[in-house]
């Protein structure tokens, strides 16, 4: 069974740092991007970026581009979601999601993880 | 990328159909025919329902149906049942491989 399984529910301090992760199994990991998405409690899903595990090759959305990074480790098919300094306003749900896409061909989600909620206050 | 616009809502009673408009531009929904749609559940991960604009996965009911026409694709409920009750969102490519969402619509049924 193709499945993306999340860690789980974190609570920490404006300013601390954070990696959430994303474990793939029934799939070749290597060979399909993932991609995050964020959940702001009660709001929609906003696109934050993706990576194509095999040689580490990232996009980010431009609202996301330079406040997170997303990263994998190979060898234990897992990717990352990190902050290195967290605001309040990072407090949300975040899905990562199997992305299927071959330019010119297809670019859709279609095996999601359970999502990891991330409450930051004080 | 501007998230794409969908109605914050519709509704229709069991057995009857409701289409959801998702909006875009010409660098994204009407650019390329990369549209998806998502169900999502309260307190649930979303769900893929359609893809390249009309394709269906499978394990998906046939009652779900999309369609896209310029900037505008949508998305049919046909014969809506209880729990078809949910939060939709299209999404859509937006060139440079990054993807946008739609701003969700609550489906009630009445």
Redesign the interface.
């Known amino acids: 069974e193709v499945q993306l399984v999340q860690s789980g529910a974190e609570v920490k301090k404006p300013g601390e740092s954070l990696r959430i992760s994303c474990t793939a199994s029934g799939y070749s990991f290597n060979t399909y991007w993932i991609?995050w998405?964020r959940q702001m409690p009660g709001k929609?899903?906003?696109?934050m970026g993706?990576i194509y595990p095999d040689h580490s090759d990232t996009?980010y959305?431009?609202?996301f581009q330079g406040q997170v990074t997303i990263s994998v480790d190979k060898s234990i098919s897992t990717a990352y979601l990190q902050w290195s300094s967290l605001r309040a306003s990072d407090t949300a749900m975040y899905?990562c999601?199997r992305?299927?896409?071959a330019s010119g061909s297809?670019?859709?989600?279609?095996v999601?993880?359970?999502?990891t909620t991330v409450t930051v206050s004080s | 990328?501007s998230?794409l616009t969908q109605p914050p809502s519709a509704s229709g009673s069991p057995g009857q159909s409701v289409t959801i408009s998702c909006t875009g531009t010409n660098s994204d929904v009407g650019g390329?025919n990369?549209v998806?749609w998502?169900q999502?559940h309260p307190g649930?991960?979303?769900?893929?329902m359609i893809?390249?604009v009309s394709k269906r996965?499978s394990g998906v009911p046939d009652r779900f149906s999309g369609s896209k026409s310029g900037n505008t694709a949508s998305l049919t409920v046909s014969g809506l049942q209880a729990e078809d009750e949910a939060d939709y969102?299209c999404?859509s490519?937006a060139g440079?491989?990054?993807?946008?969402?739609?701003?969700?619509t609550k489906v009630t049924v009445l």
């Open positions: 991609g998405v929609g899903l906003e696109w993706i996009t959305s431009p609202s899905y999601a992305l299927r896409y297809t670019y859709y989600m279609d999601w993880g359970k999502g | 990328q998230a390329y990369y998806s998502y999502q649930k991960a979303p769900k893929l893809y390249e996965p969102y999404s490519y440079s491989m990054i993807g946008v969402f739609g701003t969700g």
